[in-house]
């Protein structure tokens, strides 16, 4: 229903940007279940901050897409206890930075209460929104939340990179009994991916949980989410005319992570470097690093993993240093090459 | 005729020396008693209201005997909890709500048992008038697998079906309640959210956040303010620019009630709920009430008052007494039958601690690991609720495997 930019080619597929992928997802579900509802700000009449809940308040109405006054807190915690008495409620933040006004909500009155309740009070709400960098939006509007949300039980913490990963993925987000944060980024939001015919379906959903393996590879193995995981696949074209070859895998959630998937690719190739957005202290790479080093892939490692992250620094503005305040496909690059010793 | 009764069943406890000659008295004593009374309650303070509450409140003698009991039951059970606590059976925190009870006991008389209500961390009270047993609530402060949470709740968490919690962080229940409250207008089902907070949390930003949108939305929410006088330590004049709290709501309509009256609180509640069923959005309540206990049990509560205040609200304005007296002086029931409901309550209050005490402790090896919901089968609108069990067990053991439940 939404207006989407498609193209039609002849194998079934189309391409979707990553905006009307999310949009797609949030129409099917509206129309599947109606305790389906959007809260946040500007999500109705204005389409959108960033448009991606563009004609929904058009074709719903008042009743499910509601414009809300700027508070955060409150209407986080309204969500939240909507959820409590049965609603599906998806609340949006209209960047990650602001959630940090209702965190309370999201960790305490959220996340915590399923366990605290014993399994008696479910809060199926869905907060999402960008997250991370954007472009010269300086530091209070750049910070990335996978690691700080990720930190929490109780919390699922997804992160899509392309249209089928945004798609898939906020669909199975919406229908989980669970609070689930869904990392999205603007700098993807209008970018093009092509739709398989099976993720055009409104039944595709992709699990929560789970990883992907965007491209095969046998020398070194480079895990990422969201937008880099695009750099990583990138530099691995790069690499490739090298003939270093890069497993590339795209984590998709990032709690709980498939650290499976990511010991099964090491035990492969070796060696391993992850990269993020977000800063490294504490960071997913971080996390990745301790869970390899636990398990049965650290016999396998050849040498120490490499961590590619935003730099440690609240986001300058200028343009050269927010370029250089983040990873770069020549970073990804130099860090596989200083992994593999070439 | 009532004294002739008197004077045989004073003889039969002389003679048996048992209390047998009391069950002759009560037995006969229902065609004796008055079955309904109307009561002078006091005026409420109003804001943005042309008509408040009535003056007057009728009380039969059924539902005097069962306000009593009720606050009775709440009150007793308090007691056993400070008493657990001395004994260090219970631990962390614990807030007593004795000297509250006519809030608990006259909202719970004005709303239906499907009308919704959250509250603050002093939630014992509203716990028990929710519907959760004496038992499940003493073994969920001793941590025991039979708490109504399985011991991994605690004094601040205990849920049950239209009842929220318990709410640790100050005034994040407010906001909560308000989406409960937007759940009900979502679903038409004519119902409402009772949503406390206490004088403390009247100062948090988001309970403005939540007026705002309440009142945009025309929310069927009762904001009530249970102020007790003291936020933990702090007196509500040291720490309000305003302490009319029932004015707080500024564009939404307060009464300011005297908590300590239960058939008060019961008129009010009723008004504000009737208020809020007519589609006229959410209204603000201020009851007056006080809580004996310090702010929680690690505070003897005498340093930021005084003994003789503590005392003078016992002796003028207990929610209990006033109940009894206002029967006894009417002639709607007797010493004996009043005795008798206490004695019934320390029973069962007993035996409720007994089973706290005694019962098994939550289990390690089931408990350690979040509960996340396994997920569902193709889904669709439940008209109730989620309200499950335990869906997620885990073992410890080194390799962590999740169990789905058997019955998902």
Known sequence: ?????????????????????????????????????????????????????????????????????????????????????????????????????????VINSAAKTCYMSAG?????????????????????????????????????VVSPWNSEDAKGLLKSSIRDDNPVVFLENELLYGV??????????????????????????????????????????????????????????????????????????VMKTNHLVTVEGGWPQFGVGAEICARIMEGSAFNYLDSPVTRVTGVDIPMPYAKILEDHSLPQIKDIIFSVKKTLNV | MKTMLSIISNALCRMTGRNAGAR????????????????????????????????????????????????????????KADQLYKQKIIRGFCHLYDGQEACAAGIEASINPTDHLITAYRAHGYTYTRGVSIKEILAELTGRKGGVAKGKGGSMHMYAPHFYGGNGIVGAQVPLGAGIALACQYQGNNQLCVTLYGDGAANQGQLFESFNMAALWKLPCIFICENNKYGMGTSVERASASIDYYKRGDFIPGIRVDGMDVLCVREATKFAADHCRSGKGPIVMELQTYRYHGHSMSDPGVSYRTREEIQE?????????????????????????????????????????????????AAAGGSLQPHLLQQPAAGGPRDEPLVQTQVCQLDLNPNLQIHSDPDR
């Open chain 1, 1 to 105: 229903m939404a207006a989407s930019l498609r193209c039609f080619l002849r194998s079934g597929k189309v391409t979707v940007t990553v905006r009307d992928a999310l949009n797609q997802a949030m129409d099917e579900e509206l129309e599947r279940d109606e305790r389906v509802f959007l809260l946040g700000e500007e999500v109705a009449q204005y389409d959108g901050a960033y448009k991606v809940s563009r004609g929904l308040w058009k074709k719903y109405g008042d009743k499910r897409i509601i414009d809300t006054p700027i508070s955060e807190m409150g209407f986080a915690g309204i969500a939240v206890g909507a959820a409590m008495a049965g609603l599906r409620p998806i609340c949006e933040f209209m960047t990650f930075n602001f959630s940090m006004q209702a965190i309370d909500q």
């Open chain 1, 120 to 156: 008696l009070q479910a809060v199926p709400i869905v907060f999402r929104g960008p997250n991370g960098a954007s472009a010269g939006v300086a530091a209070q509007h750049s910070q990335c939340f996978a690691a700080w949300y990720a930190h929490c039980p109780g919390l699922k």
């Open chain 1, 192 to 265: 093009p991916f092509e739709m398989s015919e099976e993720a055009q379906s409104k039944d595709f959903t992709i699990p929560i949980g789970k990883a992907k393996v965007e491209r095969a590879g046998s020398h070194i193995t480079l895990v990422s989410h969201s937008r880099y995981v695009g750099h990583c696949l990138d530099a691995a074209a790069v690499l490739a005319k090298e003939g270093i070859e890069c497993e590339v895998i795209n984590l998709r959630t990032i709690r709980p992570m498939d650290v499976e998937s990511i010991e099964a690719s």
């Open chain 2, 24 to 79: 002759v008295v009560v037995s006969r004593s229902f065609a004796d008693f008055t079955p309904q009374a109307t009561f002078d309650i006091k005026k409420c303070d109003l804001h943005q209201l042309e008509e408040g509450p009535p003056l007057k409140a009728e009380l039969t003698r059924d539902q005097g005997l069962q306000y009593y009991r009720t606050m009775q039951t709440v009150r007793r059970m308090e007691l």
């Open chain 2, 313 to 361: 609200v016992r002796t003028k304005s207990d929610p209990i007494s006033m109940l009894k007296e206002r029967m006894l002086s009417n002639n709607m029931a007797s010493v004996e039958e009043f005795k008798e409901i206490d004695v019934d309550i320390r029973k069962q209050v007993e035996e409720a601690a007994q089973f706290a005490t005694i019962g098994s402790r």
